[in-house]
């Protein structure tokens, strides 16, 4: 049974740094895209960052470009998620999903993306 679940989330001043971690298990091979995906209240989903699964391709959309760092350990099956200068409006829950893309300047993820179950992030003073 493939599973992902998410950890490192929590409280953190404006300017502040996190890492987020994904942990995969049950999965037959490390050929898959993994990424980082976010939802605030009353918004929708947004994809953040995805990695490919030759650790190198990596895509941000350009609201974090310069302050998130996407990484994947395929030994340890975990992706990362390492945030920096944190703001207010990065608050929201933090998923990651296999089966992630990038088009026309936006992440999604294929209707055949694993989902872990999220991991709330809160920027506040």
């Known amino acids: ?3 992902l679940v998410e950890s490192g989330g929590g409280l953190v001043q404006p300017g ?3 890492r987020l971690s994904c942990a995969a298990s049950g999965f037959t091979s490390d050929y898959y895209a993994i990424g980082w995906f976010r939802q605030a209240p009353g918004t929708e ?3 953040v960052s995805c990695i490919g699964s030759n650790e190198k391709s990596t895509y941000y959309v350009d609201s974090v470009k310069g302050r998130f760092t996407i990484s994947r350990d395929n030994a340890k099956k975990t992706a990362y998620l390492q945030m920096t200068s944190l703001k207010p409006e990065d608050t929201a829950v933090y998923y990651c ?3 992630c893309y990038y088009r026309d300047y936006s992440i999604a ?3 055949s993306a694993s989902w872990g179950q999220g991991t709330q992030v809160t ?3």
Do not use: I, P
Request: charged share 20%; net charge neutral; no cysteine.
């Open 1 to 3: 049974q493939v599973q």
């Open 45 to 47: 989903r947004e994809g």
């Open 16 to 18: 502040g740094s996190l």
């Open 97 to 99: 999903a296999t089966d």
């Open 123 to 125: 920027v506040s003073s």
């Open 109 to 111: 993820a294929f209707k």
